[in-house]
DNA sequence: AGTATGATCTAGACATCGACTAGATCGAGA
DNA sequence: TCTCGATCTAGTCGATGTCTAGATCATACT
């Protein structure tokens, strides 16, 4: 039980100090926003020096890169749980998934930020592309599935597929930038977009059903 | 001409460094990135000392938020003359005014990155929300026309409109995060989004066209 | 014409940041 | 028990954004 890599809960100095850092992470992005991370109030809200971060985490992106990662893990197995609950018809999946993804990325905006923004984590890691690969496959599956003709990963650029990806990615941005409902109550926002995403992809669904999904 | 706000050219000691600042500014986000903007590097390619930008932006938000409205004017500019090099018909005007969208979106990712990044720039800006206002003035027109129903803009939310406006976003997106056309050579990549978009707002456009565009 | 005024820019300071280094502290295996 | 490596602290360095005082220069006023 040598390994640097062993990410398992240790009892040293702290107790845990790579999960407390990851939580202290986690609660500054979420509540004050990507761009008021620092490392020096992470440690601060773990309490500890600030060059602590050092020992478990590479760098400034070394941590912010784990913290996305965990961020990932968590969409994904929300998608996969809700894709489960959804029935056996693959449309039903379909809408489930993407569903699970837009209902992730507008209930924690700032997390979709760290994921998406680039530059500050490391797209190269290891953990990073794991957890991109996973998505992405879950994603072929069930578009696979939905259109009811196998789809390989490369042959990703059809419309079909493009607008699922499209639709679902455009609308947390849509709604995170403010670009729409922007003036409903803060306690009636978050119902009405996961309504307004549902009636887009019942949308979808209607003008698509029933017409060969592959159009080309 | 006494007033603070004048932005014409003036010849001070510099010449007009509020121009150049801009110019340096957009040579910054451009070529190395949103994070490698810093004030004192953008003071140096113009030839000033630290402090100089001050006394033309307020702060580097200020400086920032100055760039993306340049930026998003040019964005909305590129825009209208699609639209009027369209033709007369709306679907047409629709789609062109999207695809110019699309276009600049990724032909300068990093300037997209600064315009819809929270948190560097000032939304509440008055040149900010004017060239808003001006952008989704032009959206609603171009889906009134559509649609051949006026649409308020408070009516912003109903799917249609909102279908439009998550592609044309989310299109870019998709692109400039790398999620496809990823091993696609540098040479290509461009020419090849384009045409993909295109297909995407075809695909659209023949999904809805004699359907009743408003489905409600 | 000569001066006063204000806009423009420089130079220095300060707090904070990320990263690096040396040294103290502690736990586990020999 | 003792050694060794993992863990953490404290100090340092260069760089950044912002603030302030002072110098420089074009324009307006008398």
Known sequence: MSETA?????????????????????????????DAFT???????????????????????????????QALEERVAAAEARMAAAGPDPLDRLKACGLAHIEFNIRHPRLDDLCSHNGVTDHSDPAMQA?????????????????GQPMKPEKEANPETLLALVVVTG???????????????????????????????????????GRGVSAD
Request: aromatic share 6%; glycine share 8%.
């Open 131 to 147: 957890v991109f690969q996973k998505m992405t496959a879950a994603l072929v599956d069930a578009m696979s599935a939905a259109t």
């Open 39 to 69: 490392l020096r109030e992470c440690a601060r809200r773990a309490g500890v020096s600030h060059g602590a971060p050092a020992h478990h985490f590479t760098d400034r992106t070394g941590l912010l890169t784990a913290l996305a990662v």
């Open 6 to 34: 062993d990410h398992g809960a240790r009892a040293y100095h702290h107790g845990d100090l790579r999960k407390a850092l990851l939580e202290a992470a986690r609660g500054i992005v979420e509540q004050e926003g990507l």
């Open 171 to 209: 609308f947390a941005k849509v709604f995170n930038d403010g670009m729409i409902l922007r003036d409903v109550p803060e306690r009636e926002r978050f119902g009405r977009a996961l309504a307004l995403a549902s009636d887009l992809l019942d949308l979808l669904d209607s003008a698509f059903r």
